[in-house]
């Protein structure tokens, strides 16, 4: 009776000293790392890493681009690329990956930016399908309506929109030659609206000149999407009058379905 | 003297209460687990890759979109920037900040525990801890042999500190032990980072430095420590002027939501920071999360929790000392 009372004396002592002392020395610890920062030891890690092969990143599809590519005004949030990858993945055996690298509100300067990024070239390098959409905001500024009527205005903005793909589409094949890049064509949001004329007249003009600058490089491939909205836009827009609602989005996607699966072998994968 | 302690902590294994705790734990840890284990089979399968570099970087795509948003508050857009500057850090430093395994469960756990969880299971043990000898008559008997009285509160508040330890220890342990069937046992000697410091809404790299992850597991539960203990001081002063269980227990869990309930609410509120239970994130600290509530810093939470924990003290001792219990 007495040894056991002392056994458990013993064992709830050290039970709870021993808990004590350990997060005591956690916490002095912390403390002490916290008030008194050491200076980073990363750069050597660092460079040793850079040495090290990367690991192989798996993704088929990595799209860039704009709100469209996000998905914006589609109910269900998937937007034309997630439709697109699920329809692949119905005919496809092996894993359909998709990285989605678009930022909503994009510009072609952004996109620019963004591909400049070492990490978003390393994922290119993966990819074998590369849709993006760009350019919208750069004519449309985003909200609503159309800001710049001023023609002078529009076609500034045109020549930076022409340098900037231009730009982005051969720093993309610098990173990979073998994927097959799908560029969108912009499509008027206003097109029932009273300057129709002078949007429309805008729109494919910046139509034209993507298709001018992609038509100098290989497996990129210019899909339109002007005719899709031009009949009935209130059917296929979202209400917010510009970006496609899920109907639009179906759509595009159905579009990149048809020229994917038409590409050769890409069923039997 | 030790034979009070003794005798406090012989009670408290005896009133069960530290078993109902290790019963929660081992209840809820697989169920946090297999949550966690969903969360990244899920993203995994939505980018059809569990490559850790693409996930990170579909993660950093997906909060920059969310910035895009007009309806976001400004100061959870500074967070959300934060978030992926540091982001960015690991990317291009090729550190996975969430390598699977126990111990990242583990950091991850205490990580989000620290605010809530924690806090809980220690009030459970601390709200009642000298009112429960009021409900059960035995305070009488306590007070009537011939120690003075700050020494039986004493014994009482360093069996306390005790217990608080040993809940704060079986949970990580439990954590590891539980999680590792999932996750695996590896891990300890992970890197991971520490370090990031915060300038006018920038992300201060310099100081940024690898730490083991055991290393970092040891700091970050000591912190979290600090924090429970101050819980369980407040506690105790609570169980010394409250006399019954349910309304201590009942004014606690109040205390340490609300604290949690306003980091949310109002963060731009600066007086909350004054307010011990908006200070229990010590951990982030470490991992250098962003601090949602402005101008908040380390000297100022241990501070603020210091002097929380001072003050509850002296109160109960002064009114235990005072109080005229045979009435």
């Not at chain 1, 952004?110 to 750069?138: C, F, H, V, Y």
């Not at chain 1, 429309?200 to 999407?225: M, S």
Request: hydrophobic letters at 45%.
């Amino acid at each position: 009776m007495h040894s056991n009372h002392r056994l458990r004396w013993i064992s709830i002592f050290a039970v709870a000293i021993a808990s004590f002392s350990i997060l005591l020395i956690g916490s002095i610890m912390s403390l002490i790392e916290l008030f008194r920062p050491q200076t980073s030891n990363l750069q050597q890690s660092a460079s040793q890493k850079a040495v090290s092969p990367s690991s192989p990143t798996v993704g088929r599809i990595v799209s860039l681009g704009d709100s469209l590519t996000r998905g914006i005004g589609d109910d269900s949030g998937k937007g034309y690329i997630q439709l697109f990858r699920e329809q692949l993945q119905k005919s496809s055996k092996s894993e359909v990956s998709l990285v989605n690298l678009s930022v909503s509100g994009a510009t072609s300067t952004d996109l620019r930016k963004q591909i400049s990024q070492p990490e978003t070239a390393n994922l290119l390098k993966s990819a074998e399908i590369i849709p993006l959409t760009i350019g919208g905001n750069d004519l449309f500024r985003g909200s609503g309506r159309l800001e710049n009527t001023d023609p002078e205005t529009v076609e500034k903005a045109r020549l930076t929109y022409q340098e900037n793909i231009d730009f982005i589409l051969k720093d993309i094949r610098k990173q990979n030659s073998k994927a097959t890049i799908f560029v969108f064509g912009l499509y008027n949001p206003f097109g029932d609206l009273s300057e129709a004329k002078q949007t429309n007249e805008f729109v494919a003009q910046w139509n034209q000149t993507a298709q001018q600058v992609i038509a100098k490089y290989d497996r990129v491939v210019f899909i339109p999407t002007y005719d899709l909205f031009q009949l009935e836009p209130k059917r296929y827009l979202f209400t917010d009058h510009f970006h496609p609602n899920q109907y639009g989005y179906q759509r595009i996607a159905n579009r990149l379905t048809q020229l994917v699966i038409d590409q050769e072998g890409m069923e039997t994968k | 003297m030790i034979g009070l302690v003794y005798n406090e902590m012989l009670k408290m294994v005896r009133k069960k209460r530290l078993w109902v705790i290790l019963g929660i734990l081992v209840i809820l840890i697989p169920i946090f687990t297999y949550a966690q284990a969903q969360t990244l089979e899920r993203a995994a399968k939505q980018i059809g890759t569990s490559d850790w570099k693409v996930v990170l970087k579909q993660q950093i795509i997906d909060q920059q979109n969310r910035l895009t948003s007009s309806r976001l508050p400004e100061e959870w857009k500074a967070f959300i920037k934060l978030n992926i500057q540091q982001q960015e850090y690991y990317l291009k430093n090729d550190i996975n900040p969430t390598a699977p395994g126990a111990p990242t469960f583990m950091r991850k756990f205490v990580e989000e525990s620290v605010s809530l969880f924690l806090p809980l299971l220690v009030v459970i043990i601390a709200a009642d801890l000298v009112s429960s000898e009021h409900s059960s008559g035995t305070i009488k008997l306590l007070l009537t042999r011939p120690v003075r009285r700050w020494k039986v509160l004493l014994s009482k508040y360093i069996s306390l500190l005790f217990a608080t330890s040993f809940i704060v220890l079986s949970t990580a342990i439990l954590s590891y032990l539980l999680s590792g069937v999932i996750f695996g046992y590896g891990g300890w000697d992970l890197p991971v980072l520490s370090g990031f410091q915060e300038k006018n809404g920038a992300l201060l790299t310099e100081f940024v430095h690898l730490i083991p992850q055991w290393k970092y597991l040891l700091m970050a539960y000591g912190l979290s420590w600090l924090a429970c203990i101050t819980v369980a001081t407040v506690s105790f002063m609570v169980s010394v002027l409250v006399r019954s269980t349910a309304s201590g227990m009942g004014i606690m869990l109040a205390a340490v939501i609300s604290g949690n309930l306003l980091m949310q609410l109002s963060p731009t509120w600066g007086a909350i920071k004054y307010f011990a239970f908006t200070q229990l994130r010590l951990t982030d600290y470490l991992s250098g999360r962003p601090i949602l509530i402005e101008g908040m810093t380390l000297p100022l939470s241990i501070g603020v929790l210091g002097a929380w924990s001072v003050v509850a003290l002296i109160i109960a001792f002064v009114t235990f000392s005072r109080r005229d219990v045979l009435a």
